[in-house]
Nanobody, 112 residues
Framework: QVQPVESGGGLVQAGGSLRLSCVTS?????MAWYRQPPEKQRELVAS???????DYVDSVKGRFTISREKNKNTAYLQMNSLKPEDTAVYYC?????????WGQGTQVTVSA
């Protein structure tokens, strides 16, 4: 099943950490994490390609780390020093060829 499955979300206090996981199957190209805060548009948080090159939105640089177990087609998002403004539904997106597949999302809530 190519559609990715996310896990690891939850409720955490500001300054805490969470680790999100994204599991898919088959051969995929880049993997990425997006988030959608309440009543806002979805935004790209971090991405990683097949050779491990990464990219981050400015607001999470130095706090979040994306990684990937290529053979297992599993991606992680380690989130440290969480802030209330990180509260959102986090989605994993994987690309097979020219087609994107999205997970159902996992809720991350950061309390002040």
């Amino acid at each position: 099943q190519v559609q990715p499955v996310e896990s690891g979300g939850g409720l955490v206090q500001a300054g805490g950490s969470l680790r999100l996981s994204c599991v898919t199957s088959g051969s995929v190209r880049d993997m990425a994490w997006y988030r959608q805060p309440p009543e806002k548009q979805r935004e790209l948080v971090a991405s990683i390609d097949t050779i491990g090159s990464t990219d981050y939105v400015d607001s999470v640089k130095g706090r979040f780390t994306i990684s990937r177990e290529k053979n297992k087609n599993t991606a992680y998002l380690q989130m440290n020093s969480l802030k209330p403004e990180d509260t959102a539904v986090y989605y994993c997106r994987v690309r097979r060829g020219s087609v994107n597949f999205w997970g159902q999302g996992t809720q991350v809530t950061v309390s002040a």
